[in-house]
């Protein structure tokens, strides 16, 4: 060896190990920090990052399936959300709406079998809510849909999608749209409908 | 919801000081319960109140009762202090709060003349029999959030929602547009309705009374805030004999 060559010191096993380690542990938390704030800021900004089912609609009591509803026996979304069209709550069907249906339909489906034991028990199913706007918004569904469908000239139904999407082919609801404030502003500066606060917030 | 300048006639001679107005204010709105604690620490929420006043020495005492609401203010002083734009004026002439805006500094409540602001220092609350008649179409304002009249604005919302729906116009003085102290005055005390439609109730009225012989008068007219909401003064006939002599 020459002299003053460069040398690596000698480092005993245990050192190597414990920075080693060190260095494993210090790259995994920087993995978890920017997974965090990746998390946060999408959610902050829009919806949470589609990935480890972040985004995926709840589990719902009874695993209600849209598809067959809507795909399979051609049903209009207004039959069973009865006041989207009058009311601001599109409101969930009651039970006994489903079971004017299901009294006859579906024996021996497990679902089916929980939903006639909510009907026996003269209990309301609750639902888990997938769309939610905050307390001081006050959403209105029924000018929204007239708008829509005054617009485009088309039946109440097929207004749902431009914020629900299409409910119909999913077999578990879940939230498109972010509807978050500068959602709502977008479409309502598109269309000229009124940005002032005081239309949603009072 | 354009065009319209929404604005309130009070007809002072009328009023009877009953509070019915102050109740179903407290009702329509999601108002907490005052309390004799809450009225103490000077911290009571009222939208509207009646604010009494005594006339003459007893045994020739009169009581003089005057409904105080926000006046609106076209030039309101509450407006210019907010650092976060949380008041303001909207395109209806209303004076508006904007809860998600706000950020509690209360300047606006010091410098509004009228005292018709009111600010939550606690989270409101009520007992477990009143839960259930929250109106939903009102935001339950939360700790650390100004408040005051909105001149019912979810009346107003929804009732010309309502007549866009049914292709009709907002019948003036209808009482799912007006305001829930005006539905409650028994005595028909208050009128509500839109400034800039002449044929309107209000309208007519302010043109009459506001004339050199009419009873009308804003509240601290002197300070130039151009209130939206008109008082008319009480009718006396021994003042007026006294004036004469």
Known sequence: ?202 | MAGEKWGMVIDVDKCIGCQACVVACQAENNIPINTEDLYNQRRAVQWIRIERYWEGEFPDVKARFIPVLCQHCSDAPCEPVCPVFATYHNPEGLNVQVYNRCIGTRFCANNCPYHVRFFNFWEPSWPESLKNQLNPDVTVRSRGIMEKCTFCIQRIRRSTRDAKAEGRGVEDGARELNPACVNACPTDTLFFGDLNDPDSKVARMSAEETGEHGRGYHMLEELGTEPNVLYLKKVDKNAKEASHA
């Open chain 1, 1 to 202: 060896m020459l002299q003053g060559d460069f040398q690596l010191p000698k480092r005993n096993k245990r050192t190597v190990l414990v920075l080693g380690l060190l260095g494993v542990v210090g790259l995994v938390g920087l993995a978890a920090t920017v997974a965090v704030g990746a998390f946060v800021l999408s959610a902050w900004l829009g919806l949470p990052l589609n990935a480890f089912g972040l985004n995926d609609g709840p589990d719902q009591p009874i695993a209600f399936p849209h598809t067959v509803h809507v795909q399979d026996m051609g049903m209009d979304c207004t039959f069973c959300h009865r006041a989207v069209t009058t009311e601001a709550a599109a409101s969930v069907p009651a039970v006994g709406l489903c079971m004017s249906c299901h009294k006859v339909i579906g024996d021996g489906l497990p679902e089916i079998e929980k939903l006639r034991g909510y009907h026996e028990s003269g209990r309301a199913i609750d639902w888990v809510r997938v769309h939610r706007v905050p307390d001081h918004v006050h959403f209105v569904h029924e000018s929204h849909v007239r708008f829509f469908s005054e617009r485009d000239n088309v039946p109440a139904s097929e207004t749902c999608q431009l914020c629900h999407q299409d409910v119909g082919s999913m077999p578990k609801v879940e939230q498109v749209r972010s509807l978050k404030m500068g959602d709502c502003l977008d479409c309502h500066r598109e269309n000229e409908a009124p940005t002032d606060c005081t239309a949603c917030h009072y």
